[in-house]
């Protein structure tokens, strides 16, 4: 995962410095789980140091960043997520993570930690997450309300987007999750390129516009071309 998070530090770093976050990369210390694992023990040991913590994956681009993410979470609130579709349901994902220093806030980890039976499920800790929450991973029976759905506020889509399309409207955060590394350093890249106005964003985008655009053939290209030329300058014999 290091050249995808070497790409979103370029959109972490700015962000960091507009809403006065201090910016911190974990150190992959898991206690010999997987590695997603990590993120628990690593955000318990930021409460200890911080009021307030925001989780960001590695494989996420913040692509608007006019918004601090903590002043649209209430004051009460001691976490706060994104539901996330999946298939026609709706999950939470720990992707993007706002947590305040609060008791709930350390008992919630410490029962996430505790839920060993969910080690080696393909969704690691928001597995547990999910389920205390509410949520069923299995059926698709509605939400159900628990003991820690008091002070857990769900944030729009906007803030944690898996939509894998390039040039979406309205994200402020994309979250290129389930795809391979080169396709997510590509895109975090773009994200990128775009949010610093480096001009090679300008020549991809143009790219892709004209392969959606215009047609595969050769000829019929030229002909579009030479058309476009012909209106816009007024000459006939282009």
Same mark, same amino acid.
């Given at each position: ?5 070497? /790409? ?9 410095? =507009? &809403?006065? #976050?201090?910016? =911190? !990369? ?52 001691? /976490? ?23 008791? =709930? ?15 080696? &499920? ?12 509410? #949520?069923?991973?299995?059926? =698709? ?31 402020? !955060?994309? &979250? #290129? ?62």
């Amino acid at each position: 995962m290091e050249p995808v998070l070497a /790409q979103a530090l370029r959109t972490f770093v700015p962000y960091a410095e =507009r &809403h006065g #976050y201090e910016l =911190r !990369v974990g150190d992959g210390e898991s206690g010999g789980r997987p590695a997603a694992w990590g993120k628990v023990l690593f955000l318990q040991r930021l409460l200890k140091e911080f009021d307030e913590v925001l989780w960001l994956d590695a494989d996420i681009a913040i692509v608007d960043q006019s918004e601090d993410i903590a002043r649209v979470v209430p004051p009460d609130a001691f /976490q706060a997520f994104v539901e996330t579709k999946i298939g026609a349901e709706l999950y939470v994902n720990s992707g993007v993570w706002l947590l305040r220093a609060d008791e =709930r806030t350390f008992d919630f980890l410490q029962a996430v930690w505790d839920s060993t039976d969910y080690i080696d &499920h393909i969704w690691w800790e928001n597995a547990p997450i999910v389920l205390m929450l509410g #949520y069923n991973l299995e059926a =698709r029976p509605p939400r159900l309300a628990t003991s820690w759905s008091a002070g857990t506020h769900l944030l729009p889509q906007e803030w944690n987007l898996q939509e894998h399309k390039q040039g979406l409207r309205g994200a402020r !955060v994309r &979250h #290129y999750s389930a795809r391979s590394n080169a396709r997510r350093v590509r895109w975090i890249r773009a994200d990128a390129d775009r949010l610093t106005g480096n001009p090679r964003w300008v020549v991809g985008s143009t790219r892709r516009w004209l392969e959606r655009h215009l047609p595969n053939s050769r000829e019929d290209l030229l002909v579009k071309v030479r058309r476009r030329v012909r209106l816009a300058f007024g000459r006939s014999n282009v």
